[in-house]
């Protein structure tokens, strides 16, 4: 499948989606968006993929939306037609694991989109922000929302009041990235942890990552008794025989398929 501002590889199981607006460091507009969407959902449905990667240039994952195409929206039209709403939170329906490679630039919606990854990954070049209240707006995707869930109140405000930016070890130590890297090296790790996970049964990868995202949605009690559905259902999988069954005869598990 061709599109105009995206690329995309795929390495075995690992698919890699690349947002591609080098002239704009990758400011999010509507086709970018449906593209993303479309291909995302591509993915998830392609039984040779396991695992989604999301990345963007060496020089920006995505600078924020497109503010020459939102400098003249007026209300009614953004409303009525549900920008945001619309075409952005696809990413949150895919039931793969979506793993966030960073490069510099991750600022206003590029960074909220970002954190509707299930995890990031950083290159050393990464800077983080939510500098939309320098353009005269709130952010629209969640920045107010799963910036604090994921580095607290105080720095989240610090970042969207003064829309100071972090750097990569910053964002690590506060943990809005799993794992930093230098960046040349950023993409050959990157699809190296999404092969590993890629080898996992994709059906427990889809369950656990249903599972934490419960987390943000429910009480402690009933996320454990969710989680205590899948683990009993397990019991009734072909992965659990695979796996159990290759730790026991001390050899790899295949899990092809499962
Ligand atoms: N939108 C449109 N174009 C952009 C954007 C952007 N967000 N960011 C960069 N560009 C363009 C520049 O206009 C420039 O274009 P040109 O060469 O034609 O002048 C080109 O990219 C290169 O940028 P710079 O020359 O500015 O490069 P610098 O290295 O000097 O600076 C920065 C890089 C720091 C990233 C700087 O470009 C910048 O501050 N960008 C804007 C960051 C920003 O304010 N982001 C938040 C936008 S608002 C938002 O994201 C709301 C999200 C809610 C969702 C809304 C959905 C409808």
Not at 140 to 169: C, E, F, N, V
Not at 211 to 230: C, D, I, K
Request: glycine share 8%; hydrophobic share 45%.
């Amino acid at each position: 499948m061709q599109y105009q501002d995206l690329l995309i590889e795929t390495h075995g199981k690992v698919a890699v989606i690349r947002l591609n607006r080098p002239k704009a460091m990758n400011a999010l507009n509507d086709n970018m968006m449906n593209e993303l969407g479309e291909a995302l959902y591509a993915f998830d449905k392609d039984p040779a993929v396991n695992v989604i990667v999301l990345t963007g240039s060496e020089k920006a994952f995505a600078a924020g939306a497109d503010i020459a195409a939102m400098v003249n929206y007026d209300y009614q039209e953004t409303h009525t037609n549900n920008y945001i709403g619309r075409n952005w939170e696809h990413i949150l329906n895919v039931r793969k694991p979506v793993i966030g490679a960073v490069a510099g630039y991750c600022l206003g919606g590029g960074c909220e989109l970002a954190m509707m990854c299930d995890f990031l990954v950083a290159a050393d070049s990464a800077k983080f922000g939510q500098p939309e209240i320098k353009v005269g707006v709130t952010p629209g995707a969640g920045g107010t929302q799963r910036l604090p869930r994921a580095i607290g109140k105080s720095k989240a405000m610090d970042m969207l009041l003064t829309t100071r930016m972090i750097d990569a070890a910053e964002a690590e130590r506060t943990g809005l990235v799993s794992r930093v890297i230098p960046a040349e090296k950023l993409m050959e790790e990157v699809v190296a942890i999404a092969q590993q996970i890629a080898e996992m049964p994709v059906s427990v990868a889809i369950q656990i990552k249903d599972a934490v995202n419960q987390a943000f949605e429910t009480t402690l009690s009933q996320g454990v008794r969710y989680e205590r559905r899948y683990f009993h259902a397990g019991f009734g999988t072909p992965a659990q025989r695979e796996g159990m069954n290759a730790f026991l005869e001390k050899r790899k598990p295949n899990f092809e398929g499962l």
